[in-house]
């Protein structure tokens, strides 16, 4: 699986201008349903939510995977988004999160599930490609540096 399969280019966020873990999740929520019409938005975000509960998804190194399974939706989706200041993501390393990653998946995805969110996580393992995010001017960089990366796996 590539990630370019499942990334929507449309509702990556490159300026994410908020101060906490909900607003970032509203944010990006309502990205991802703008341009995806089978997904809603509100529904998306509760559905975050209540991961979240259970436990952060910001895995460290200025990092987040949130990540749901959303009922009736019928392929993975992603989005990125970035946030120059940090947000307090409660992640396991205590530090600001940078770097947001959404997955989306139908309620009966099983194993797509988990391949898509272990290869994000070896994404973000690589200090190099975190910084290309960093230094990306525009939606077009993070998509060139996301497609490099996903050449190598």
Do not use: C, W
């Not at 940078?98 to 272990?118: D, M």
């Amino acid at each position: 699986m590539k990630i370019m399969d499942i990334l929507v280019r449309d509702a990556v966020v490159l300026n994410l201008d908020v101060g906490t873990k909900r607003e970032a999740l509203v944010e990006i929520s309502t990205a991802l349903a703008k341009v995806e019409p089978q997904i809603d938005g509100d529904r998306l975000l509760e559905v975050l939510l209540e991961r979240e509960a259970l436990q952060s998804t910001g895995i460290g190194e200025g990092v987040a995977i949130p990540h749901g399974k959303l009922p009736g939706l019928d392929r993975l989706v992603a989005s990125f988004a970035r946030s120059p200041e940090g947000i307090d993501f409660e992640s396991i390393d205590g530090q600001p999160t940078h770097h947001l990653f959404l997955l989306v998946v139908p309620e009966r995805s099983g194993g797509q599930y988990l391949k898509a969110l272990a290869r994000i996580s070896r994404f973000f393992r690589d200090a190099t490609f975190r910084q290309q995010l960093v230094d990306a001017d525009s939606v077009d960089d993070v998509v060139r540096a996301i497609e490099e990366e996903d050449s190598k796996l």
